[in-house]
């Protein structure tokens, strides 16, 4: 392998872990100053020294994903009018349009502005440093953009290699993490994964998954026989007060992919009714209508998204069934949750 | 002499693999490259 001094690197065995790099829109002036992605902490570090040093007041988000809604709570946080332009009407819509429509109500509760079903056009400087947004919604000024529009797996030098690409444009590996070439381990955002509901390879750049694959890429790399069993795609982040989370398929997702998929949705509580601080939690569960096996849940709510989602995703693992989820035997207690815990009044709700 | 293990990247994914190899075989010399100007603040 050569390096960047020009030098070359003997090697036994190699690891591909090169990541991602953000999805660029590919308009004009996108590398304007004062336009920027979020990657890493020097990307983090440029954005926090700029808006202090101009004394930037006015931002603008670009796509609606995990971390373009984490940027629209920081920048709110530091006092800046943001706006969002996205290309569809509704944030997150895998979700569903009423826990889209969740997601966005939070966001204007909480002083950000929505431009849906906009599609960003271009950019040009200001005289006074200003950056001009061009857009289908209109032409407007801002001091800063932030592109979040995903991002796409660094293959260059797999590709360069000879390693095999997957149909998802991610490096392809199999249980052991090894690519087409045995002894070139590949691992994190660089390389797909299999989704064990889909039964198909997915793109997941996600950290807790690169952190898995590493660790196993290395056990075997060091002479351990470990494999990698896949993931059922679980997911959460935060959007001010709102908790959103998932694990496995939409019904949608289970229909592409051949399943008969129905779903319900209810709110509960995440506490019991009479306790203090109990919020609305809004549960959606999709099981598969031929053999009642669950395959999916989404949820949003003020609080205790997560440990529901989190208690799914062993459920979605182990196969389990809605009559197993209606009387499972998940701890309860006032501060936690009813009795009868939102997933059970969902599976039970789908049963009938 | 042990084997040696380069990995390229020191995001989450490449310092786990590192570290983990290390881990279970003391004797591999590991080198990681990493492009940026800070190792493993994702893992
Ligand atoms: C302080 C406290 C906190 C708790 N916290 C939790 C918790 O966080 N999570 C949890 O899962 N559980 C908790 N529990 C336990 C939970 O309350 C009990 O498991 C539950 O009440 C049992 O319901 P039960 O109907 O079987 O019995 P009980 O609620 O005891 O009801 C039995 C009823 O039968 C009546 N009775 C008895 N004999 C007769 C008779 N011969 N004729 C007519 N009536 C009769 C009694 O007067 C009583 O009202 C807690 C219990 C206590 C005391
Ligand atoms: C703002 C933000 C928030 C996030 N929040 C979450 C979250 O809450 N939960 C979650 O699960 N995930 C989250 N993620 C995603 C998570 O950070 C990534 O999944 C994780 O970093 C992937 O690890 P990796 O090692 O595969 O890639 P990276 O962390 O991208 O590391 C790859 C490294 O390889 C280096 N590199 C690439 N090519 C070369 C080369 N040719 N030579 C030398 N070095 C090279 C790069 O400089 C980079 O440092 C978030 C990401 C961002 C940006």
């Not at chain 1, 926090?48 to 709110?76: N, T, W, Y």
């Not at chain 1, 395959?295 to 609080?303: H, I, N, P, T």
């Amino acid at each position: 392998m050569e390096i960047s001094d020009g030098e070359t690197l003997a090697f036994d065995y190699l690891v591909v872990a090169t990541g991602a790099t953000p999805r660029l829109p590919g308009v004009p002036g996108q590398d304007l100053e004062g336009i920027f992605c979020l990657r890493n902490v020097t990307d983090a570090i440029r954005i926090r020294k700029f808006i202090d040093e101009k004394r930037v007041k006015r931002a603008v988000v670009v796509g609606a994903g995990l971390i373009s809604l984490e940027m629209c709570e920081a920048f709110r946080r530091l006092g800046l009018e943001t706006t969002v332009v996205y290309r569809k009407d509704l944030p997150l819509r895998r979700l569903g349009e009423d826990f889209a429509e969740q997601i966005l109500t939070e966001l204007e509760t909480n002083g950000v502005a929505f431009m849906g079903e906009t599609s960003l056009e271009g950019f040009e400087p200001t005289d006074t440093g200003g950056i001009i947004v061009h857009s289908s919604g209109g032409t407007f000024e801002t001091d800063l953009v932030l592109l979040g529009l995903g991002v796409v797996p660094q293959v260059s030098l797999a590709s360069e290699a000879g390693l095999g690409i997957g149909s998802t444009g991610a490096i392809s590996v199999n249980k052991f993490l090894q690519t087409n070439i045995p002894y070139i381990y590949a691992a994190g955002d660089c390389c797909e994964c299999f989704h064990r509901i889909s039964q198909r390879p997915v793109y997941a750049p996600l950290g807790d998954i690169a952190n898995k694959q590493g660790r196993i890429a290395g056990a075997n790399i060091g002479g351990q026989n470990l494999s990698f069993p896949g993931i059922v795609g679980s997911t959460c982040f935060k959007v001010f007060n709102l908790e959103v989370a998932s694990t496995g398929l939409t019904a949608e997702e289970a229909r592409e992919v051949g399943l008969k998929a129905e779903a319900v949705t209810i709110q509960g509580v995440s506490k019991a009714h009479s306790y203090p601080g109990s919020r609305e939690l809004h549960i959606r569960l999709v099981a598969d209508t031929e053999n009642g096996r669950l395959l999916g849940a989404q949820a949003v709510g003020g609080d205790g998204v997560v440990s529901r989602i989190n208690g799914l995703a062993v459920a979605l693992t182990g196969g389990l069934s809605l009559d197993e989820l209606a009387y499972l035997d998940l701890a309860y207690a006032p501060p936690f949750s009813g009795a009868w815990d939102p997933i059970h009044i969902a599976a039970q709700k789908l049963l009938k | 002499m042990g084997k040696k293990l380069v990995v390229v990247g020191g995001g989450a994914g490449g310092p786990s693999a590192a570290a983990k190899a290390k881990r279970v075989d003391p004797e591999l010399e590991v080198i990681i490259l990493e492009g940026g100007e800070h190792v493993s603040f994702s893992a």
